[in-house]
Nanobody, 124 residues
Framework: QVQLAESGGGLVQAGGSLRLSCAAS????????MGWFRQAPGRAREFVAA????????RYADGLKGRFTISRDNAKNTLALQMNSLKPEDTAVYYC?????????????????WGQGTQVTVFS
């Protein structure tokens, strides 16, 4: 089992930045892939970014690479998402997720563990 807890959400003006964090516990960090998803009101949960077990490979949703950066610190069992140049359409609940497999996947059903989510609101 892996327990995940997000933090760092909040209210930010368009063009601003936020850094989300996810604290993981329960298992050695290098045994699972990690990712970020988000869900806006009335919409399905969607993939944002994922990072491989060792942190050496990252994957992003179309249109987010360049503004968002995912990273992990296995020594601290943490995952981060640096979000820059935020737009109102980035407003959503952001979820940290982990999967037991070795590859970075983009579908929610490929992930086995989820945090409770943290709200990000971008106003113009």
């Amino acid at each position: 089992q892996v327990q995940l807890a997000e933090s760092g959400g909040g209210l930010v003006q368009a063009g601003g930045s936020l850094r989300l964090s996810c604290a993981a516990s329960g298992r050695t960090a290098t045994t699972y892939v990690m990712g970020w998803f988000r869900q806006a009101p009335g919409r399905a949960r969607e993939f944002v970014a994922a990072v491989s077990r060792d942190g050496g490979f990252t994957r992003y949703a179309d249109g987010l690479k360049g503004r968002f950066t995912i990273s992990r610190d296995n020594a601290k069992n943490t995952l981060a998402l640096q979000m820059n140049s935020l737009k109102p359409e980035d407003t959503a609940v952001y979820y940290c997720a982990a999967r037991d497999g070795a590859s970075t996947r983009v579908d929610t059903y490929d992930y086995d563990y989820w945090g409770q989510g943290t709200q990000v609101t971008v106003f113009s």
